[in-house]
């Protein structure tokens, strides 16, 4: 749908009476004597932007020579305190501190890679890749994935940092029928594929532009794109080509999907939850339920509901509101 691109639907927006003063007073009482009242903690971060829970942050530590955080991590336990300190992060920060972790110790987590790169846009790639890993972890992400990953999904990811994507909403007709040609003669019209040309079109083109090639690549083909990228490629480069078609198609029903894959079967995987809830409360959260609503047949509060407990269910239902 075209208008997702164009709808900013938060389900956070910054508070109308907004008094630091205020918030850091009853922050410093929810912490202070016996037990915590983490009700109290939720009740204003919840209902604060990013920018405003950044005041919050700073002012704490100006009247009471204490860094917030700190004394969060020790009045808090468990994926409650995660899901705080991430909405103590601007969310660019807390993305890379996401893609840190994931490439941190033996193994990568190829998922969170593929769904924060894939999913970025150039403004936040381009403030990822100058300044913070370099900043917040003296890392240079570029050189991260580079020792992290390797081949196709090393190129498509190095492409993806670089933010050359094509941020308008012009749609070239001419040039969609030459790129779908393009993957059509790449993939299944040839022995092998041409991955190099499936990475270039994916990771540059604007999402309507890939919308419009996707349709003409159908009518070439009379194959699904999704089905072609199936057949064609495997492993982690058919998770980033499915996930760049997916947020091409309808960024926030790939949300959706993935918080309901987070959800599936036994046990929860929480991170995954706190990085979609916290990250996109400020963009798009309130079409990513309405996306939720529509596939699932139940609402992403509900969902959510069932699966978590505790003040760390209740932090998740307020942002979610």
Same mark, same amino acid.
């Given at each position: 749908?075209?208008?997702?691109?164009?709808?900013? *639907?938060?389900?956070?927006?910054?508070?109308?009476?907004?008094?630091?003063?205020?918030?850091?007073?009853?922050?410093?009482?929810?912490?202070?004597?016996?037990?915590?009242?983490?009700?109290?903690?939720?009740?204003?971060?919840?209902?604060? *932007?990013?920018?405003?829970?950044?005041?919050?942050?700073?002012?704490?530590?100006?009247?009471?020579?204490?860094?917030?955080?700190?004394?969060?991590?020790?009045?808090?336990?468990?994926?409650?305190?995660?899901?705080?300190?991430?909405?103590?992060?601007?969310?660019?920060?807390?993305? &890379?501190?996401?893609?840190?972790?994931?490439? =941190?110790?033996?193994?990568?987590?190829?998922?969170?890679?593929? %769904?924060?790169?894939?999913?970025?846009?150039?403004?936040?790639?381009?403030?990822?890749?100058?300044?913070?890993?370099?900043?917040?972890?003296?890392?240079?992400?570029?050189?991260?994935?580079?020792?992290?990953? /390797?081949?196709?999904?090393?190129?498509?990811?190095?492409?993806?940092?670089?933010?050359?994507?094509?941020? /308008?909403?012009?749609?070239? %007709?001419?040039?969609?029928?030459?790129?779908?040609?393009?993957?059509?003669?790449?993939?299944?019209?040839?022995?092998?594929?041409?991955? *190099?040309?499936?990475?270039?079109?994916?990771?540059?083109?604007?999402?309507?532009?890939?919308? #419009?090639?996707?349709?003409?690549?159908?009518?070439? *083909?009379? $194959? %699904?794109?999704?089905?072609?990228?199936? =057949?064609?490629? /495997?492993?982690?480069?058919?998770?980033?080509? $499915? $996930?760049?078609?997916?947020?091409?198609?309808?960024?926030?029903?790939?949300?959706?999907?993935?918080?309901?894959?987070?959800?599936?079967? #036994?046990?929860?995987?929480?991170?995954?939850?706190?990085?979609?809830?916290?990250?996109?409360?400020?963009?798009?959260?309130?079409?990513?339920?309405?996306?939720?609503?529509?596939?699932?047949? &139940?609402?992403?509060?509900? #969902?959510?509901?069932?699966?978590?407990?505790?003040?760390?269910?209740?932090?998740?239902?307020?942002?979610?509101?």
């Amino acid at each position: 749908c075209k208008n997702c691109f164009h709808i900013s *639907s938060p389900t956070v927006v910054p508070y109308e009476d907004f008094d630091v003063v205020a918030d850091i007073k009853a922050i410093r009482k929810a912490c202070k004597g016996l037990g915590t009242d983490e009700q109290a903690i939720i009740d204003i971060l919840a209902n604060r *932007s990013a920018a405003q829970r950044l005041e919050i942050k700073h002012a704490y530590f100006e009247k009471y020579d204490d860094e917030l955080v700190e004394v969060l991590k020790s009045e808090l336990s468990g994926n409650f305190e995660n899901a705080i300190l991430a909405m103590l992060d601007p969310p660019h920060v807390f993305a &890379v501190k996401e893609l840190r972790k994931a490439m =941190k110790g033996a193994g990568t987590d190829e998922d969170v890679l593929v %769904e924060i790169l894939c999913s970025a846009t150039n403004a936040v790639l381009s403030i990822n890749c100058m300044l913070l890993l370099s900043t917040v972890h003296d890392r240079d992400l570029e050189a991260d994935i580079e020792a992290d990953t /390797s081949g196709d999904v090393r190129r498509l990811l190095t492409l993806l940092l670089q933010g050359n994507r094509d941020e /308008s909403y012009e749609v070239d %007709e001419a040039l969609a029928e030459q790129d779908a040609v393009s993957l059509f003669e790449a993939g299944e019209d040839c022995f092998g594929t041409d991955e *190099s040309t499936f990475s270039f079109i994916l990771a540059t083109r604007n999402y309507l532009q890939l919308q #419009a090639t996707f349709k003409a690549y159908e009518a070439i *083909s009379g $194959t %699904e794109i999704l089905d072609a990228i199936d =057949k064609e490629t /495997s492993g982690t480069l058919k998770d980033c080509y $499915t $996930t760049l078609v997916r947020c091409a198609k309808n960024p926030q029903l790939y949300f959706a999907r993935k918080l309901n894959a987070a959800m599936k079967g #036994a046990g929860t995987d929480e991170d995954t939850l706190i990085r979609i809830i916290v990250c996109r409360s400020e963009f798009d959260l309130e079409t990513i339920k309405d996306m939720y609503l529509e596939k699932y047949d &139940v609402s992403l509060k509900d #969902a959510i509901s069932s699966e978590c407990g505790g003040d760390f269910k209740r932090l998740l239902l307020a942002i979610l509101h």
